[in-house]
Nanobody, 112 residues
Framework: QVQLVESGGGLVQPGGSLRLSCAAS????????MSWYRQRPGKERELVAV????????KYRDSVKGRFTISRDNAKKTVYLQMNSLKTVDTAVYYC?????WGQGTQVTVSS
């Protein structure tokens, strides 16, 4: 069965960095685009970044452009989200997604 397991979340100060990972299994990872979503407190889930199946194309929501980088390693069946210059408004649960499948999420808290 499809499994998406996120890791790498935690507490970080404003301006800090975190790298999220999502280990995938149960499907042909290299054939599909992957996405990161987040849900901020009291808000609906929102798309953060998308990466094409071969990693050749990426898209970001405007508020994270220049700070976040999505990447993937098809050999390891893992997608990453490098988050730099974190802000308090980035505090959220971050989810890895593929088609209609979602991971369990990983909490990112940006606070001083």
């Amino acid at each position: 069965q499809v499994q998406l397991v996120e890791s790498g979340g935690g507490l970080v100060q404003p301006g800090g960095s975190l790298r999220l990972s999502c280990a995938a299994s149960g499907f042909t990872f290299s054939s599909y685009a992957m996405s990161w979503y987040r849900q901020r407190p009291g808000k609906e889930r929102e798309l953060v970044a998308v990466i094409a199946s071969d990693g050749g194309s990426t898209k970001y929501r405007d508020s994270v452009k220049g700070r976040f980088t999505i990447s993937r390693d098809n050999a390891k069946k893992t997608v990453y989200l490098q988050m730099n210059s974190l802000k308090t408004v980035d505090t959220a649960v971050y989810y890895c997604t593929y088609l209609l499948y979602w991971g369990q999420g990983t909490q990112v808290t940006v606070s001083s």
